[in-house]
């Protein structure tokens, strides 16, 4: 059974990086078919569109982060990644993985990011 997990997440300061990692690992369809994002959900609220990154590597980021969260993906290693600079407060928060293919939305189980000021 197909599955995307995530690593990378943890504890940083104000103005720290991380960068978090996403692997696909058994699916029986070619990684590079797949539309992937990060979305992000926080304490008690809804959760949000962080960035995509479609199958031919185009890239959509929500206005919060642009210009300092950059998604890519790796096809020989059927990953995608979120590398994140300059985080702030407001960046706390569960990060999920996110796989679309033919209208199937497929998650990871989420990694904890807290940024401490």
């Known amino acids: 059974q197909v599955q995307f997990v995530e690593s990378g997440g943890g504890l940083v300061q104000v103005g720290g990086s991380l960068r978090l990692s996403c692997r696909c690992t058994a699916s029986r369809e070619p990684f590079k078919l797949y539309n992937m994002g990060w979305y992000r959900q926080a304490p008690d609220k809804q959760r949000e569109l962080v960035a995509t990154i479609s199958r031919s590597a185009d890239r959509n980021y929500a206005d919060s982060v642009k210009g300092r969260f950059t998604i890519s993906r790796d096809y020989a290693e059927n990953a995608v990644f979120l590398q994140m600079d300059s985080l702030q407060p407001e960046d706390t928060a569960v990060y999920y993985c996110?796989?679309?293919?033919?209208?199937?939305?497929?998650w990871g189980q989420g990694t904890q990011v807290t940024v401490s000021s």
């Open positions: 996110n796989a679309e293919l033919l209208g199937v939305n497929l």
